[in-house]
């Protein structure tokens, strides 16, 4: 199957950034970056992070950023290919951000064979894109999901992130707490340390920020730690849709009743970990998205 993945490649967008992850594991150069996501790579994640280009550091690049080998991709050609129908699909990975070659997209492509991302924080649905492609929407609310051709997306990180055992613990609660600016400790060398903060501990504590799904949920998850989500209640039906959010609620009760065993957290940890490799997963995501878009054509 051959796709073409279209961002802005100016500054990193972590949702586009994980979808492309996904992509580029299930389809190798088959995932064509057409404007080469430079910050994803090795060696351009290290020519262009050391100089901490304003706008362009978000987290110091950590977990997401600069893992990819470089390898030969075909950018070559993109409008002709488009022209020829050459690509199976198109996958806009932050519409909000880039909609380069759009109006050729729409010209030669059907709507059934366009995928429109926006994994912005908020709640806002670019309607003039619906008519562009199926639309997929990370903050999704109850009433926008029933509009026809949308869909929920949610945050995701690449399958071999994720530890292969859970690791033995020596303290509750990880450092970091979010909006508490004086728990980020780790600096643009640390990232070892950061996740090894998650690996020795229990828990992580999570919550909403600008959105209700974010990054440091899932990098909780691949350390093996689990997540210690306030208010998560709270979260919509259609936001975070494949997220364990009732065992994860179910144990941050147990936890504060202290009614909960070290027994009890060895068993949820291991059911965590597994349910997370086979469903918030980036492969897990994209693929999630080609069969969205195979179902809707039938």
Known sequence: MRLLYIVNPKIPDFQADM??????????????????????YKE??????????????????????GKLDDIPVDRTDVEKKIKNR??????????????????????????????????????IIRKNALSYGLYFKRELT?????????????????????IHNPP?????????????????IYGVDDEDKYHQDYKDS????????????????YEILINGCVPYFIDLEKCPKTTMVPFPKE????????????????????TDLEYILNYSKRYLTSEAMVEKLLSTVLSYNK
């Not at 926006?118 to 709640?123: A, I, N, P, V």
């Not at 109850?142 to 994720?162: H, Q, S, T, V």
């Open 44 to 65: 351009d994640k290290k020519k262009y992070w050391s100089q901490r280009i304003p706008g362009k550091d978000h987290g110091s690049g950590f977990t997401l950023h």
């Open 202 to 217: 229990y828990f992580g504590v999570t919550m909403k920020k600008a959105g209700w799904d974010c990054n440091r949920h």
């Open 86 to 123: 050459f690509f199976d699909y198109i996958i806009y990975g932050s519409i909000n951000r880039s909609a380069q070659f759009l109006d050729l997209v729409i010209q030669y492509y059907p709507k059934n064979k366009i995928i429109i991302v926006d994994g912005e924080d908020d709640l």
């Open 142 to 162: 109850e009433g926008n999901a029933k509009m026809d051709g949308i869909f929920p997306i949610n945050f995701c990180l690449p399958r071999a992130y994720y």
């Open 247 to 266: 065992k994860l609620i179910s144990i941050r009760k147990r936890l504060d009743s202290e009614e909960y065993s070290e027994d009890e957290y060895m």
């Open 168 to 184: 033995e613990k020596k303290k509750m609660f990880a450092y970091i707490i979010p909006n508490n600016p004086s728990t980020y």
């Open 19 to 40: 979808l492309f992850l996904g992509g580029r594991s299930l389809f190798g150069e088959e995932f064509v970056d057409i404007n080469k996501n430079w910050y994803s």
